[in-house]
């Protein structure tokens, strides 16, 4: 027997048959207990004992022992490291089957430890991509933060002069000097014009609350991997804060579209780690639209929910992915981007971080149309969730989040450049879900989507607004009590009769972006 050091040994035996006699052989073996031999009796499903074994001991050997082959096949499925048919108790085959255990389990914690690095790597690679447009983001507030400032010194400054004058003046009984009198005048009618300090104090905390908005974000670039414990997580939430984060580098390519079925139920998972997944397929949407031109591309992220998933799917409208490569794109290394845009790797780190939580990722895609992804993420027992909500349990992290986007707003819009306006306009504070006609968004509505309000135009190709409209009164009466026409038809004669008899919200192309958005908040409010 080669050197060793301490460690524990677990060897699952089934069948208490076996462990009797195991047992006492190791007792006579000077090696066993250095090497921490320590035999349990499992009965019945052997996999699932393996399975639970390696749930509460990660890192130390796990062996089985067994009379017949189907249960060390079924034992190395539950996570064994090596399992073996015992044909004899013997010392040397002890030895041997325990040298086995050994290497093998160097061999998982070599794979662990690979695994770990490579997904750092990919996270690094996802930061880099990233790095420009953070740098805006953070940059834009900073600026805020130092302009303001230098304002700010020049109401501080002169007020707090012209204050402890005044106050000593006052304790000296002496008469208020009129250059003192003269300063306070100024600074009493720079604040009636608007241009007080409270205002530029207020434009500072904001300022920094993007910062620190931007910064809390980042904790998906940490390194904490496994050791990440898992987290009440707003599906939402989790989608937003993938959104911020790759921003920069999305919206240069694409309109973004957000559907979210309402009333997801909540979610326990380790909440950056499912980050980096979402994080990866928006750069990878990104990256595929970069080879392909089209006159708007666009990205839809929608939700839906079923007894035991939450689906998130992520569609781009890239060149989609050949055929003869769908089967291979989550194999490791594999990859159809460019050598300097990719390691091959985000997409294999992505199913694995799904898979080790209950869930999967899977793909499908029209070679030339795009490419759907779909994040399978299991939705946690009523055990699993009520340790989650049980405040004393401190394996469950909470971590605040910035409110996400409020409502969700469908915009029903054949013009490009329109969409394009009302996605920079709309999207940093609603969701947006996007149809080029009345049927599409009638086929939207039908497929379970549920948007907070409709902004259409009448003038459509196909089922135009007017049908939009009366369909809408037909099977979805509150949300045509949403609606708003944002229309460039009012001059023609075939939509005057009805803009005069309708009695609903018409806004009259060009309008502008406040008037817009007090319309719309004017409607989600009634």
Not at 31 to 60: C, K, M, P, T, V
Not at 384 to 398: E, F, K, L, S, V
């Amino acid at each position: 027997m080669p050197p060793v050091t301490e460690v524990r040994t677990l060897i699952l035996v089934h069948g208490s048959e076996l462990r009797g006699p195991l047992e006492a052989l190791a007792r006579t073996l000077p090696w066993a207990s250095a090497r921490g031999l320590e035999f349990i009796e499992i009965h019945g499903d052997a996999q699932h004992a393996a399975s639970e074994a390696r749930a509460r001991d990660a890192s130390n050997p796990i062996g089985v022992l067994a009379a017949h082959e189907s249960t060390v096949l079924a034992a190395l499925a539950g996570g064994a490291d090596e399992a073996a048919v015992v044909t004899e108790v013997s010392a040397a085959a002890l030895a041997a089957f325990v040298d086995r255990l050994h290497v093998r389990a160097q061999l998982r914690a070599e794979r662990q430890r690979l695994h770990e690095t490579f997904a750092h790597a990919e996270r690094l690679t996802a930061l880099g991509t990233l790095v420009a447009g953070i740098g805006h983001e953070i940059n834009n507030p900073l600026a805020v933060m130092l302009l303001s400032i230098e304002a700010a010194r020049r109401y501080v400054l002169p007020a707090s002069e012209a204050a402890c004058e005044l106050a000593r003046c006052v304790r000296l009984g002496e008469p208020i000097p009129e250059d003192i009198m003269t300063k306070l005048s100024r600074l009493e009618t720079a604040t009636s014009r608007g241009r007080d300090a409270a205002r530029i104090l207020d434009d500072i905390a904001g300022a920094a609350d993007s910062i620190a908005s931007i910064v809390r974000d980042l904790r998906v670039f940490a390194r904490a991997d496994e050791g990440e414990p898992p987290e009440l997580v707003e599906v939402q939430d989790l989608v937003d804060q993938s959104l911020r984060l790759v921003s920069r580098e999305l919206f240069q390519y694409a309109l973004i579209e957000r559907d979210y079925e309402p009333n997801l139920p909540k979610l326990v998972l380790p909440r950056n780690r499912v980050a980096q997944v979402m994080i990866n397929l928006l750069i990878n949407a990104a990256h595929a639209m970069r080879d392909v031109e089209r006159p708007d591309h666009r990205v839809r992220i929608s939700a839906r929910a079923d007894e035991s998933f939450v689906a998130l799917v992520v569609s781009d409208t890239g060149p989609g992915i050949p055929a003869e490569s769908i089967e291979r794109i989550f194999d490791p290394f594999f990859t159809t981007k460019r050598q300097e845009m990719g390691t091959g790797l985000g997409l294999a780190i992505s199913r694995s971080i799904l898979r080790e939580l209950g869930g999967d990722l899977t793909v499908e895609s029209v070679y030339g149309e795009g490419a759907t992804f779909l994040c399978f993420l299991p939705i946690p027992s009523r055990e699993t969730m009520g340790i989650a909500c049980n405040p004393q349990i401190t394996t469950i992290r909470r971590v605040s989040s910035p409110p996400p986007a409020a409502y969700s707003v469908l915009v029903v819009e054949d013009d490009e450049r329109m969409l394009r306006s009302y996605t920079r306009l709309l999207n940093p504070t609603h969701r947006l879900m996007i149809a080029p006609d009345g049927r599409d968004a009638i086929e939207l509505l039908q497929s379970g989507s549920t948007p907070d309000a409709v902004l259409l135009e009448l003038d459509l190709p196909g089922t135009d607004g007017r049908k939009l409209l009366a369909w809408l009164a037909e099977h979805r009466p509150a949300l045509h009590a949403r609606a708003l026409v944002v229309t460039s038809a009012g001059s023609q004669a075939r939509y005057e009769d009805f803009l005069r008899s309708y009695a609903g919200a018409v806004l009259h192309k060009p309008v502008r972006g406040e008037v817009l958005l007090a319309e719309i908040a004017r409607l989600l409010a009634s």
